[in-house]
């Protein structure tokens, strides 16, 4: 007997059953070979680079140091810029505005200051004119230029469909170190 007749012999004695099984088996390991094997490959390199960065951290020295809840909160609190400087920051609002050519009416600004509070507000209302565009890059502008700043409010409107401009009311909060 050849050995292509023992083949289909023992084909025949599996049944359709037995070699869609066999089929189901050798793909389950063609998949698993081309899927996980990178996939461990990948995480073994992500594992060598942790322990790299590991060993670089422990050579520069830098000792963990957990800060106390004081020192924490004083850091915190130092982040936010001195109400000396809300002219500066005011000015990249605006040159935000100007960058995105939107027009700065006449606004509202109000400093708010509360006792025993360690945080100033700085409240700001900005009546603007301009493109849906413009005035989302404005505000991402403005968002990301002054990061003590906060967006509380956007209220848009559009006098008719068809117009491309709408107003907009923009209230932002500048949070100032209340020393000073």
Request: with cysteine; proline share 4%; glycine share 6%.
């Amino acid at each position: 007997m050849s050995k292509l007749a023992q083949l289909r012999t023992r084909i025949e004695a599996l049944g359709l059953s037995g070699v869609f099984g066999i089929a189901l088996l050798v793909f389950a390991l063609s998949l698993c070979f081309a899927s996980l094997l990178p996939l461990s490959q990948d995480v073994n390199k992500l594992r060598r680079e942790a322990a790299a960065l590991q060993q670089r951290y422990k050579m520069s020295g830098a000792a963990v140091r957990v800060a106390s809840p004081d020192q924490q909160l004083a850091t915190f609190y130092g982040f936010f810029p001195a109400p000396q400087s809300t002219p500066e920051w005011l000015g990249k609002i605006h040159a935000a505005a100007q960058k995105n050519g939107i027009a700065l009416r006449a606004g509202e600004y109000k400093l708010e200051r509360r006792s025993g509070e360690r945080l100033a507000r700085y409240q700001i209302i900005l009546p603007v004119q301009g493109a849906y565009p413009q005035l989302r890059a404005f505000i991402d502008d403005v968002l990301l230029a002054v990061p003590a700043a906060s967006l509380d409010e956007i209220t848009l409107q559009r006098e008719n469909v068809t117009d491309a401009q709408l107003e907009a009311r923009v209230r932002l909060t500048l949070y100032l170190g209340a020393s000073g």
